[in-house]
């Protein structure tokens, strides 16, 4: 979406974003990249790809500024002034996932530890999404960059970015990212692919619209809000496949796909009920995301039915709010009861629902909804920081750790032999609670030998046990 037809539907916000795009253009325009844009066209494109999620106007303005503390000489308490708190925050958590991320090794890349990293600093979820946006945006533009600043930027987005929407349930970005990804990656088989799934679809249309047809004819006796759409396609998702069943383009079964979209869980039921009395259901095939919800809150009811010609076609039904959801993530769904609730206080329940956002994705795994609320009763918040060795791996240890837990964590040895601890380059106690994001190095000297004083302080069983080990057997 672009920004002035955002601007228009947000009127109210439209002083502040003229603003901010002032302000970004003055700072960044005559700043360029290696494929001729400016800086200002790139802060601009991440601010349309959240105004096309639909994000608030606040998280669209910390778009269009994401790189100014980063790129300018632009101090954060000058955001602060002109564009306010809630702005200047989340510019600069943006500012400091890139940090952290160029710190993270290339044997860590891969690491659950960083998308949680990610997740538990960013503290207002808007920062999650400006960066996804912004490297959305970046993916359009790195073919320009050398190869092997490509390749990393690519796997880093389907190893860290694109999970993570995922995980968010903002499952459009999540498919743009992983096709933007892939096409750099690998833009021969890319092209190709899109070819044969623009002549693929193509060929399916008119099956398409004669199921839609049948549907209609069928369903339209319920008297119930009805929307019929097609699937849209992930080519990312179909050379996965491609190449876990090693199998050429052609014989991968790209089942058609249909989403019939309702007003009320009733009606869903109705249709589903409806439906096998018309078509023939594979058997296996039904999976009710209705009564049993995925961790991420995604639901839906999913059925596979065989339809005239021996086409076989999997149908989702689900209500407008649950489409919104699986579409535009939780957050849409939070914007959307908050638009409808007159008054109450919209920062503080954005907080509480970030904590409670932290523990879904904490808590991911289990799939019945009776221990998804006792999940948000108890996880509400993460119990574990995440720091950096300096060659830049990723541990996790639990909160109030410090430097002598890190150092257990890391070897016995450098455990037992730890004299003294830097973090960020900067002499700490043995008693510092480490930080999310910190960088760890212990220093160590052959004379130094483990103090019973360590254990008023340490955190992890494993320092504990270490330690007092340590002494029994000095005295044998
Ligand atoms: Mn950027």
């Not at 869980?265 to 594979?282: A, G, H, M, R």
């Not at 509480?352 to 795994?365: F, P």
């Amino acid at each position: 979406m672009n920004i002035k037809s955002y601007v228009a539907a947000n009127p109210s916000f439209k002083s502040q974003v003229e603003n901010a795009l002032l302000f970004a253009e003055k700072n960044l325009a005559g700043l360029k990249r290696s494929s001729g844009r400016t800086y200002y066209q790139h802060a601009l494109g991440v601010a349309e790809n959240l105004a096309e999620l639909n994000f608030d106007p606040l998280a669209v303005i910390s778009g269009i500024l994401h790189d100014i503390l980063e790129d300018t000489k632009i101090e954060k308490e000058n955001i602060q002034k002109q564009f306010g708190n809630e702005i200047a925050n989340i510019v600069e958590g943006v500012t400091k996932i890139k940090k952290f991320t160029s710190i993270l090794s290339d044997n860590d890349r891969h690491g659950e530890n960083i998308r949680k990293l990610i997740i538990a600093t960013a503290k207002d979820i808007r920062v999650i999404f400006v960066k996804l946006a912004d490297r959305l945006d970046n993916l359009m533009d790195l073919k320009y960059l050398p190869r092997d600043r490509i390749i990393r930027m690519a796997n880093e987005t389907l190893d860290i970015y694109a999970p993570i929407a995922h995980r968010l349930g903002v499952y459009t970005l999540k498919a743009k990212l992983e096709d933007y990804a892939f096409m750099n990656l690998e833009p021969e088989l890319f092209k190709e692919l899109s070819v044969k799934i623009n002549e693929r679809e193509a060929e399916q249309q008119e099956t398409l619209n004669n199921i839609v047809r049948i549907l209609r004819k069928n369903l339209e006796p319920l008297n119930v809000y009805l929307r019929i759409s097609a699937r849209p396609k992930n080519i990312y998702s179909i050379s996965r496949k491609m190449k876990k069943q090693n199998k050429p383009f052609e014989e991968i079964q790209d089942i058609l796909g249909i989403r019939i979209i309702t007003d009320t869980v009733e009606s869903c039921y109705s249709i589903l009920s409806k439906l096998n009395d018309i078509f023939q259901p594979v058997t296996g095939s039904f999976t009710d995301y209705i009564a049993h919800p995925k961790p991420n809150m995604y639901r839906s009811i999913h059925t596979t039915v065989k339809i005239p010609e021996n086409h076989i076609i999997e149908i989702q039904i689900r209500t407008e709010e649950m489409h919104r959801i699986a579409s535009y993530g939780i957050a849409a769904h939070w914007k959307y009861k908050e638009s409808s609730k007159a008054g109450g206080n919209k920062s503080r329940d954005f907080d509480e629902k970030i904590s409670w956002l932290a523990s879904i994705i904490e808590w991911q795994g289990s799939s019945s909804s009776k221990e998804f609320i006792a999940g948000l009763k108890t996880e509400l918040e993460f119990n574990q920081v995440f720091v950096f060795t300096p060659e830049g791996d990723i541990k996790s240890l639990p909160v109030g750790s410090t430097p002598v837990d890190f150092a257990y964590k890391v070897h016995t040895d450098i455990g037992n032999h730890c004299h003294g601890a830097k973090v960020n380059n900067k002499m700490v106690t043995l008693k510092y609670n480490l930080l999310n994001g910190d960088t760890v190095e212990i220093l160590t000297s052959k004379n130094a030998h483990p103090s019973q004083d360590w254990l008023k302080f340490v955190k992890t069983p494993l320092a504990r046990t270490k330690i007092k080990n340590y002494d029994k057997s000095k005295k044998k």
